[in-house]
C-alpha cells in the first residue's frame, strides 16, 4: 500500500502532461497555418498582465480600455479560427473539477481541499488490493437468484426465508435508488451464510457505478489499519488519505462486525467513526453474525445505542446457502 498514492499522483501528473501536449500541438497547427494567430496569444497575454497592474493601481478607464481591447482581439481570434475550420480548445483534463491535480482550491487563499476523483481512485486501488472488483463482478442485484432459500413459513418470523430475503433484497434496491436523497444506515445480522456479505456487495457495485464513493471493509481489516494508524503509521501509504476515506466516503461498509479482536484502542475508534459518519450525515452499512442481545454484551452501551437509534436492523435467517451452493454447484443465491 506504501506506493498508491505516490503512483496516482505520476498518474495525474502524466495526464496533465498529456493534456498539456496535445494542445500545446493544436497550437502549433494553428500558428502555422494562421501566422497572425500567434501575434494575437502573445497580445492577449500580455492584456492579462496590464489589468492585473492596472487593476492593483485602481486604474478603472485603464481596466475598461484594456478589457475592451481583450474582447475585439478574441473576436478576431475566433473568427480566424473558424475561417479555416480550427479549435483551439482549454487542456482536456480527465477531470474538470481539479485540472487532473487531485485537489480543488476555489482560491489562492483557501485550504486545497481533495477532489471526488481522487477519493474514488484511491478507494479503487483498496478495492484491488483485496480483489473487491472481481468479486462484485460476480455479487451483485443481477446475479441475486433465491431459488435455495426456503419456502416453508417461521413460525417466529411469520414468514419464510425466501419471502424474507426478497424484501431485503428490495429494500437493499431501494437503500440505492433514494441514495443521497434519504439519510439511511443498515445493520444486518444473522447466522452466517445467509447473504449479508452478497447485499453489501450489490450495494457497492450499484454505487460505484452511479459514481459515488464507496469503501468497503472488513472490520478486523479495519481494526487492523486502526492499531497500525496509531502505532505503526510510518509502515503505512499515506494513512490520512485512509482516515480521509473512511470519514468521507458517500458509503462506508463494515461487514463482519464481532469477528475482530477488539482493544480499547479499536473500541473507541470504531465509535469515533460511526458518530462522525452520524454527525456528517455519510451513509454506513454494518453486518455482523451477531444478534443484538449478543452485540449489547460484546459493545459498550454507547455504541450500541447508535446503532439501535440510527440503523434499520434487518435480520436475516434460513438455512447457511453457501453450504447449499457448494452441494448443487451453483454460484450465486
Known amino acids: 500500500m506504501r506506493k498508491i498514492y505516490h503512483n496516482l499522483m505520476r498518474e495525474y501528473e502524466n495526464s496533465r502532461n498529456q493534456a498539456e501536449a496535445a494542445l500545446t500541438k493544436q497550437k502549433a497547427i494553428a500558428y502555422e497555418k494562421i501566422p497572425k494567430l500567434a501575434e494575437i496569444d502573445k497580445n492577449l497575454g ?74 474514488q481512485r484511491l478507494i479503487n486501488e483498496y478495492y484491488n488490493l483485496s480483489n473487491m472488483k472481481e468479486v462484485l463482478q460476480i455479487e451483485n442485484f443481477d446475479q441475486f437468484d433465491d431459488r435455495l432459500f426456503s419456502t416453508e413459513i417461521i413460525e417466529a418470523e411469520g414468514l419464510s426465508p425466501k419471502m424474507n430475503i426478497r424484501k431485503l433484497h428490495h429494500q437493499a434496491m431501494e ?62 501509504a499515506e494513512p490520512d488519505e485512509m482516515m480521509d476515506a473512511i470519514d468521507e466516503a458517500d458509503l462506508l461498509i463494515l461487514d463482519d462486525l464481532g469477528s475482530e479482536i477488539s482493544t480499547v484502542v479499536t473500541s473507541s475508534a470504531l465509535f469515533d467513526i460511526i458518530n462522525q459518519r452520524l454527525i456528517s450525515r455519510k451513509a454506513t452499512i454494518v453486518s455482523t453474525n ?44
Open 290 to 333: 451477531l444478534t443484538p442481545d449478543a452485540l449489547a454484551s460484546q459493545y459498550s452501551e454507547r455504541i450500541v445505542s447508535r446503532f439501535i437509534g440510527n440503523y434499520e436492523m434487518i435480520k436475516f435467517f434460513g438455512e447457511d446457502i453457501r453450504v447449499k451452493k457448494k452441494y448443487r454447484g451453483l454460484r450465486t443465491f
Open 175 to 236: 437503500f440505492v435508488q433514494n441514495f443521497g436523497e434519504e439519510f439511511v444506515n443498515f445493520l444486518l445480522y444473522g447466522e452466517p451464510g445467509l447473504g449479508k456479505t452478497f447485499i453489501c456487495h450489490c450495494i457497492a457495485k450499484d454505487l460505484l457505478d452511479m459514481g459515488h464513493t464507496v469503501l468497503y471493509l472488513t472490520v478486523p481489516r479495519l481494526c487492523k489499519f486502526i492499531e497500525d494508524y496509531r502505532f505503526n503509521r510510518e509502515s503505512l
Open 46 to 119: 500580455t492584456l492579462g498582465v496590464s489589468l492585473a497592474r492596472l487593476a492593483l493601481v485602481g486604474n478603472a478607464e485603464g481596466m475598461l480600455k484594456a478589457r475592451e481591447e481583450s474582447t475585439r482581439l478574441k473576436e478576431e481570434r475566433h473568427a480566424l479560427l473558424a475561417g479555416h475550420g480550427l479549435e483551439i480548445n482549454t487542456p482536456k483534463y480527465q477531470c474538470k473539477s481539479c485540472a487532473d491535480t487531485g485537489y480543488i482550491q476555489n482560491t489562492p487563499t483557501s485550504p486545497a481541499v481533495t477532489c471526488v476523483c481522487l477519493k
